[in-house]
């Protein structure tokens, strides 16, 4: 039987009481929003804690999406359904469709939450690539206020991110830029399970050039939720198959998979590359019939 | 420490352990045994109950979180002796097998039809796709989730026809 260590429980009534209570209890407490990454480590007993603080009764303070002129501001208790059903969302940002579609399954997508997902940083986890590619920042909140950081500064590696033992992420926020759209593809051994490889991609037009880029990896070492070099190559471009090929081998070079039960490094490579290719497709084709994503065909799953 | 929930309508407290998951405080405690634990790990979907009206694996959540909300498990399924379709379902179309995974194939099916009483086959396929059947049968499943959306259609059809 696996169950957690013992623990003590305690619950949050607000932001401001949570950050209280990390603040009272210290270094040996943890949020714990809706759990589905933190209580299987806890059972595995790769993560032992002395205080559970539950912030699931923040979701009403926490729960939104807010689209804004320029920015859209996710609360950080917004579940993955929610993400996945919003049409505001949908409508901006496609990729966020792609991505909660494959990630984890119906059930658990009730009750995992992208501030979960965000501070677990697991190696092969959808929403840091995703984040990444759209350029968005990361709201952290402290007793003495708010910081904003990138998500390149958010995101320092495998289970590592910028929050501190006193701070809580409280929302991302995603900026609006005209000519954009974008998609994510994952290749997964079946439904639930985390990715063989992933990629998101973010692209921008300027009439029939791109004029920005940005392309995330998951599951294929550290380091690979945004690759500068391939945002680079693809600047100024006229979108072709050779160029996302082009890009496709700049992120296959860029990663460090390793052989495991779910593939061999080449064949994470070749994926990286093929995915690379499709998703930039996807999104430059978005952009291109002018619609939200809804009907363009997604990198999709083998 | 205490915790007082809702379980299928009645309001019951416990002390308990912090770390006590769902599955166990509904099996262990209640001795509400129709919740099936399984993988331990999220994975299997034998034990899915519903929390405030969603279906949620229970192994995965806390009985501390579950303080103050409502519970839903599959016990709490037929009404006065009266089956839910679903479950009326699984027998006609033999969705049980083993019986192993139907409790948690049970609550996300009436789940499902509460939001969307005609799903395609492929809809009820995504429902269930965190959920699995070692039993190699999903057809009947889908069979079974099928049969209850037509039963809930034709009961639906004959009360607006005697309304008129």
Known sequence: ?302 | MQVTMTVNGETVTREIEGRMLLVHFLRDELGLTGTHWGCDTSNCGTCVTWLDGEPVKSCTVLAAMAGGHEVRTVEGLEQEGVLDPVQEGFMQCHGLQCGFCTPGMLMTARALLDRDPDPSEDTIREAISGQICRCTGYTTIVRSVQWAANKESADRAETVGSES
């Open chain 1, 1 to 302: 039987m696996q169950v957690p260590a013992p623990f003590e429980y305690e619950r949050a009534t607000s932001v401001e009481d949570a950050i209280g209570l990390l603040e009272r209890l210290g270094s040996e407490a943890r949020l714990i929003a809706g759990g589905h990454s933190l209580l299987p480590m806890m059972k595995l007993r790769l993560a032992n804690l002395e205080y559970v603080i539950d912030i699931n009764d923040l979701h009403g303070e926490l729960g939104y999406v807010r689209v804004g002129t320029d920015e859209v501001r996710i609360g950080a208790m917004t579940r993955h359904r929610e993400l996945l059903e919003s049409p505001e969302l949908a409508a901006l940002f496609p990729i966020f469709a792609d991505a909660e579609q494959v990630i984890a399954d119906p059930v658990v997508r009730n009750r995992g939450t992208i501030g979960g997902s965000l501070c677990q940083a697991d190696p092969s986890e959808d929403l840091t690539a995703v984040c990444t590619a759209l350029d968005a920042s990361c709201v952290i909140r402290s007793s003495s206020g708010e910081r904003v950081v990138s998500m390149e500064d958010f995101h320092r590696g495998p289970y590592e991110t910028a929050v501190g033992d006193a701070e809580m992420l409280t929302e991302v926020r995603i900026p609006v830029r005209a000519g954009g759209s974008s998609a994510y593809a994952k290749v997964e051994r079946r439904a639930g399970d985390w990715a063989v490889t992933s990629v998101g991609a973010a692209v921008w037009m300027d009439g029939d050039s791109i004029s920005d880029a940005r392309v995330g990896l998951a599951a294929v070492g550290p380091n690979t939720t945004g690759i500068p070099a391939i945002s680079e190559a693809l600047r100024g471009q006229a979108p072709s198959d050779e160029l996302f090929a082009r890009a496709g081998a700049i992120a296959a070079q860029s990663c460090s998979p390793v052989s495991d039960n779910r593939g061999t490094a080449d064949y994470k490579r070749h994926l990286a590359d093929e995915l690379t290719r499709r998703t930039l497709r996807t999104a430059v084709d978005r952009i291109q019939a002018g619609i939200a994503g809804d009907d363009a065909t997604s990198g999709g799953n083998s």
